[in-house]
C-alpha cells in the first residue's frame, strides 16, 4: 500500500487562482473508487502504487482538456512494505505519541 | 500571507519509521505561536514567508542534533499576494463548488 | 513532450550514502531508450508523460528488490502542448538571455 | 555543507512561457558569491543551509515585484554531516561506478 500527495499547477491561466481546476480534480476523483483527502497544499490518495500514478496522469491530462497549454505536476509516493499503511495512520501515530 | 509545507526526510535511520522524528517536529511547532496542521504527506503551516522559512530551518536542524547525518527537507511555499489566503481557507472554496 | 524531475529516495537504510542505488536506477535507464540526464539532485528524463510515469514505477520498485522497506518517490512532470521542449531546451533559451 | 534545488514558478502569468523570471534568477543568482547550476527542472546551488534559504527567499520575492500576484516556490535541501559534498560530487560519484 501506498500514499500519493497530488499536485497539479497550470500554467499561463489568466488569474493567480487555480480553484476551478481543482474543483475538476476532486469531482474526478469523487467517481474513482479510492480513499482520498484535500488539503490546503495537494490532495492526498491512498492504493497500490500502480493505481495511484494511473490517476495521477488522469487528472494530469484534464486542464490541457480545457486549453491550459502547460501543466507542471508533482507526485510524492511513500510506499512501505513492512507494513501497511492508510491515510490517516501516520498523523494518528504521530499524535498518539505527543 | 503564505502557506508552507514542510517535509524533513532523515536518511540513514536504523529502520523505515521516522515517525520520531516527525513527533518532535509536531512538539516544536506547538511551542511556536504558529497556526499548523499534520498530513499524511507533511506538516502545513500558515505565516509570513520570511517566519515560514526561518521555522523550516529551525526543525531541518533537529535530526542533526540526534545523530542524523544527512537530511532531506522539501518546503514548497505558496504565497498570494492578491488575497489574504489562511489554512483551510482553499479547501473550503474548493468543497463549497463541488 | 514532456520532462520529468525523478528522485528516489530509500529509507531506513544502514548509512546515509544511497549511490548504490542511484547507479542501479541509470544503468536501467540505460538500457532504455531514453534521453536523460543526472544532475545532484534528481535524474531528469524527456519523454511522453504515459512513458515517463512507467519508467518512475519502474525505477521506483527497484529498491524494494534489494530489501529497502520504504521508498519515497518524487516525481515533477512539465508537459507543454504549445511548443515541444526537450531536454536542454529551456536551459539554452535562458543563457541566450543573460 | 548543502545542496539547494530552487524551483520558482509564478501563476496567472499572461502565458505558459515563464523563462523571463528565470532569466532574472540567474543573474540575481551570478550577483551572488555562490556556485551554482541551471538544469532544465530547477536551479542547483551549493551553499550553507542558512545562506541558501536566505537566497531562496530573496529570489521568490522577485516576481512579486514585477506584477505577479501569486509565486509557488519549491525549495530540496539535501545537508550531510558525515563528509562534505559540493556541486557536482554526486554525480562524479554515480559516474565513476557505471
Redesign the interface.
Known amino acids: 500500500m501506498a500514499?500519493m500527495?497530488l499536485?497539479i499547477?497550470p500554467?499561463?491561466?489568466?488569474?493567480?487562482?487555480?480553484?476551478?481546476y481543482?474543483?475538476d480534480f476532486?469531482?474526478a476523483l469523487?467517481e474513482e473508487d479510492v480513499n482520498f483527502?484535500?488539503?490546503?497544499?495537494?490532495t492526498?490518495i491512498e492504493g497500490e502504487?500502480?493505481q495511484l500514478?494511473a490517476l495521477?496522469?488522469k487528472i494530469?491530462?484534464m486542464p490541457?482538456a480545457q486549453g491550459?497549454?502547460?501543466?507542471?505536476?508533482?507526485?510524492?509516493?511513500?510506499?512501505?512494505?513492512?507494513k501497511s499503511v492508510g491515510?490517516?495512520?501516520?498523523?494518528h501515530?504521530?499524535?498518539e505519541?505527543?
Chains 1, 2, 3, 4 share one sequence.
Open positions: 500514499i500527495q499536485n499547477i500554467l499561463g491561466t489568466k488569474t493567480a487562482s487555480v480553484g476551478e481543482v474543483v476532486q469531482r469523487l483527502t484535500l488539503t490546503d497544499m495537494g492526498i502504487t500502480s500514478l495521477a496522469a494530469h491530462a490541457f491550459v497549454q502547460r501543466v507542471v505536476t508533482q507526485i510524492s509516493i511513500d510506499e512501505r512494505r513492512d491515510l490517516g495512520d501516520k498523523i501515530s504521530v499524535q505519541r505527543l
